[in-house]
């Protein structure tokens, strides 16, 4: 079973992986039309321009500098009895349970510290200046972070010595988890609070991306959210409530925040954020 797993993703990850970012992306856009939870504040067409243009600049980056690194790395050291999995000499499956859990703490911890180090920030508070919070919030990153984040999951995969197969499955769930946390919807409460013990829920996200410093730095989990719980970073409900509450973050209120340039410009602007405006405004020639 273990060969036949292995063999069938890695003959067919990239179209499982197109067709599961495209069919929750579209599922995601349906269903926040027909049944929506924050009435947009700012134009859609302006925000999508913007937030798929840079998804596109991300994905063709990383194309180039990344092909297919994280599973090469996998092969490379599961082969060669290469990572702590390996050395503690973990049995496939276990390896493979632990494996996909290490791999989301890691990326509980990387999105901890893109919030604690100011270097860090200056490149993740692209994700966090969208003015509105939808299914497309959920590509809007800065591609020195798209770099930055690619070369933590390849040093961890080959650290751990994750099963390529655990690696394939992990980088699966990241379309479903990416745009189903950043979905501007409506769940019954009782669904949300089920969910939320184990995986995060679009509430549980949507807290994190508020503009009260408790609340923003709060609630990094990736897949899972027990994370957040174990180590005290765990919001339950923003204060002002889903449909009150202000996103985004002081200073970058101005509507130039959400183009292209802006995006790529932002980790260039001081913390002196009252300028920022203006010095969009010149980038992208005023408009």
Request: net charge negative; proline share 6%.
């Amino acid at each position: 079973m273990r060969e036949m797993l292995e063999g069938f993703l890695q003959l067919h990850h990239a179209t499982l992986y197109m067709v599961l970012f495209f069919g929750t992306l579209g599922g995601v856009v349906m269903w926040e039309q027909r049944s929506p939870l924050r009435e947009l504040r700012t134009s859609l067409r302006q925000r999508w321009f913007g937030n798929f243009g840079i998804m596109f600049v991300n994905t063709a980056l990383i194309w180039v500098v990344f092909p297919g690194a994280a599973i090469g790395t996998s092969l490379a050291a599961w082969s060669a009895d290469w990572g702590l999995l390996r050395w503690l000499d973990v049995p496939f499956w276990p390896a493979f349970a632990l494996g996909i859990l290490l791999m989301d703490l890691s990326r509980y911890t990387e999105h901890f510290l893109l919030h604690k180090v100011p270097l860090l920030w200056r490149i993740h508070r692209v994700h966090h200046t969208d003015l509105d919070f939808d299914v497309t919030t959920a590509v809007r990153f800065h591609p020195a972070e798209a770099l930055v984040m690619n070369a933590a999951k390849i040093i961890v995969v080959a650290v751990l010595g994750v099963p390529v197969t655990a690696v394939l499955m992990y980088e699966l769930c990241y379309p479903m988890t990416t745009f189903w946390v950043h979905a501007n919807v409506r769940l019954p409460g009782w669904v949300d609070s089920a969910m939320r013990w184990l995986v995060l829920t679009p509430d549980m996200h949507r807290a994190h991306h508020s503009m009260v410093p408790e609340e923003l730095n709060s609630n990094y989990g990736g897949l899972f959210s027990f994370w957040d719980r174990l180590f005290g970073t765990y919001t339950r409900e923003p204060a002002a409530g889903h449909e009150n509450m202000d996103i985004g973050l002081p200073g970058f209120e101005d509507h130039r925040h959400l183009s292209l340039p802006a995006m790529l410009m932002n980790p260039m602007l001081g913390e002196d954020r009252r300028a920022a405006p203006r010095a969009v405004a010149e980038a992208s020639g005023g408009g």
